[in-house]
């Protein structure tokens, strides 16, 4: 009897397998200012906050960040005052698998990693570390669509479009919305950016996490209208587009989402993000099945 598994790329993988090394600490009494300049300087999405004796205490995120901004607190406040406790971690011989359905269930992007043997604090994991073994993986694979052997042979795999995989809807805010309403609407969807249609109704620029802790730092008015600190350009792509060739535009981008239209640009259907890609649990397209087809007695 022959018996597909489904296509789950991360299957017989390890946290170690993704997991990135370097690990961004913060002392629980710095100020929010300077966890700004923290996430900003080495790019990451959170830090972890630590008590005096070195001890992992806490996390603060841009999320939590931008709930300071919203609720006015004074940027020289510790961080300790808005970290969310306590940090949850995983251990380095832990399943791929086991490490995302941990972050699924909890609502949480990353997890911190700890060594199975000693217990030490080794790693961190998140969704994009997951999303780049991905990408890895496919990058090197023979069906990979750019393989020159084969474009000559012919493509013979069905492969995972955008649309498959992507998050429907987009929502979006006008130019003179405040950044008030910018971050009540991010909060209540639990999204990363936002959308900034002008006064067409056609996208204009994005507002995200980054952009408002940024804010935040240079004292900006939180009413201020939106187009006053939107970035540009908005990064888009077709809803029928390979995954594949979404996930190197992210990549090379060094972006986190990417605005889908279908047909018309300004026609924005819908969101792919990182944690999109790495809900899959696969890599960009139906090789990976074949190769898990088992024969059971």
Known sequence: MVRIEGKNTLRNLSVS????????????????DYAINTLVKFKVNALLCVDDERNPVGVVSK?????????????DSPVEHIMVSPPLFCHSQDSLESALEQMRNNGIYRLYVLDTSSGDLVGALAYPDIVGLLYRYCHHC????????????????????VREVMSSGAKSIGMSESLNT???TLSAHRFGAMLVNDENGLPGGVISKTDLALNYKHGVDPGVEAHTVMSTPVYTCDVDALLEDALKMMTIADIHRLFIYDGDKDNIVGVLSLSDAARIRSG??????????KVEE
Do not use: W
């Open 17 to 32: 397998d993704a997991m990135r090394r370097q690990i961004v600490q913060l002392d629980q009494d710095k100020t929010i």
């Open 63 to 75: 999320t939590d960040i931008m709930g300071a901004y919203y609720a006015a607190l004074p940027i």
């Open 142 to 161: 023979e069906y990979n669509h750019l393989n020159a052997k084969r474009r000559t042979q012919g493509d013979i795999v069905r492969r995972l479009s």
């Open 182 to 184: 910018v971050m009540e």
């Open 284 to 293: 960009s397209c139906y090789a990976c099945v074949s190769i898990r087809i």
